[in-house]
């Protein structure tokens, strides 16, 4: 179903649990991935893809269409887990060196994470990124989100994504270089 009939049948009241089921079915797995790549815990993936679609269901009706709906959707989708993770550190009094060092070990013990040698270390180099540049990077890499769509999602000039993507690519590369080694 697209979008636009989606949003046709969510404003109607008889038909707008249909239209949140429909979406649903459409984005949960986009929505779980991208959180996915944020978080790395099967768990609080899951949990946080209940929360944006919670949030979506209840700001729909509001979508004023300046973007796509999966733009609007990974936009909100990046907030929650954002916050997920300011909430994580708070809880635990975690600082950001911590806060990576209990990615390390989340990505090492997930089991739903390939346990390819490559796909381990790259996580590893992912996780290890600052903030901004990792969401770039998942996006882009994981995601295939073009710069213009990200731009949207984000709120940030295309050329300040662009530049982010190659700084956090050459961190990436540097990484798997030196675990060759």
């Known amino acids: 179903m697209e979008d636009e009939q989606i949003l046709a049948l969510f404003k109607e009241e008889k038909t707008k649990e249909k239209a949140f089921k429909e979406l649903m079915l459409k984005y949960q797995q986009t929505v779980y991935y991208t959180v996915r790549h944020y978080l790395y815990s099967h768990d609080d993936a899951n949990d946080v893809t209940q929360n944006v679609f919670l949030k979506v269901w209840r700001y729909l009706e509001n979508f004023r269409g300046e973007s796509t709906i999966k733009t609007w959707i990974t936009r909100i989708s990046i907030n929650e887990s954002l916050s997920f993770i300011e909430k994580k550190k708070k809880t635990f009094n975690l600082s950001d060196d911590k806060y990576t060092d209990h990615l ?10 390939s346990p390819d040698k490559i796909e381990q270390l790259l996580q590893q180099a992912i996780i ?8 770039v990077f998942t996006l882009r890499y994981y995601d295939e989100m073009p710069y213009e769509e990200m731009s949207k999602a984000l709120g940030t000039s295309v050329g300040a994504l662009k530049s982010s993507y190659h700084f956090a690519m050459e961190k990436v590369t540097a990484f798997l270089k030196e675990a060759a080694k």
Not at 104 to 113: C, D, G, P
């Open 128 to 135: 290890r990124l600052p903030d901004k540049q990792r969401l």
């Open 104 to 113: 390390l070990n989340v990505a090492a013990e997930e089991k739903y994470f």
